[in-house]
């Protein structure tokens, strides 16, 4: 099973007729992921989703595309507090090394 199928089942099961652009979510969600916390990036792709239902903009991707745009300017603006730091490319680098040691 890959992202796709995944996308169709969920679809089905919550009764959703939907095309989504994944990539769009999916970049959207790791700016959000960078620039506030890594927790902020599911919940701002549900409530993505409750903007997007409660306009009625199933059929209507450039409106949906322009609250992406919006959350994702929110994100990169967002001051992360003074102790949080940024995730680095050589932390995501670390992280995938040890997902692949802890599968060997």
């Known amino acids: 099973m890959n992202l796709h ?3 169709d089942e969920l679809c089905d099961a919550l009764d959703l007729d939907a095309e989504i652009d994944e990539g769009l979510v999916l970049d ?3 700016v959000v992921a960078h620039g506030v916390e890594r927790p902020a990036a599911p919940i701002s792709a549900y409530l993505l989703g409750l903007a997007a239902g409660s306009k009625g903009l199933l059929a209507k991707p450039e409106e949906i595309e322009a609250l992406v745009e919006k959350t994702v300017a ?31």
């Open 5 to 7: 199928d995944w996308i």
């Open 28 to 30: 959207m969600t790791r």
């Open 74 to 104: 929110l994100a990169e603006g967002w001051d992360r507090p003074g102790g949080a730091e940024q995730d680095t490319e050589d932390e995501a680098e670390e992280l995938e090394e040890s997902e692949v040691d802890e599968e060997e």
